[in-house]
Nanobody, 116 residues
Framework: QVQLVESGGGLVQAGGSLRLSCVAS????????MGWYRQAPGKQRELVAR???????MYADSVTGRFIIFRINNKNTVYLQMNSLKPEDTAVYYC??????????WGQGTQVTVSS
């Protein structure tokens, strides 16, 4: 069973930066596509960024130019570097993993709060 453990969330002022980490208990991590979702109170869950097994990335329009997703395969870890944070980035951020079109595994989430 795949386990995903996120860390790095917290409270930051607008304009600041945070880096989220997700360590995956996957034996063939490099074959998985990884991603980050977020959910703010009263809003739908949103795919923020994803990275394929080949390293291709995709970002939501709302974070393009501010967030960077990257992975280090020999550490079984995917990261989300978040810069120029805005209050509207406040949400619980979830790490996800999958090998097809389905995100088969989800982490427990880490809270990110951006104060104005």
């Amino acid at each position: 069973q795949v386990q995903l453990v996120e860390s790095g969330g917290g409270l930051v002022q607008a304009g600041g930066s945070l880096r989220l980490s997700c360590v995956a208990s996957i034996s063939d991590f490099r074959s998985y596509r990884m991603g980050w979702y977020r959910q703010a109170p009263g809003k739908q869950r949103e795919l923020v960024a994803r990275i394929t097994s080949e390293g291709r990335t995709m970002y939501a329009d709302s974070v393009t130019g501010r967030f960077i997703i990257f992975r280090i395969n020999n550490k079984n870890t995917v990261y989300l570097q978040m810069n120029s944070l805005k209050p509207e980035d406040t949400a619980v951020y979830y790490c996800v993993a999958g090998t097809s079109d389905i995100w088969s595994s989800w982490g427990q989430g880490t809270q990110v709060t951006v104060s104005s």
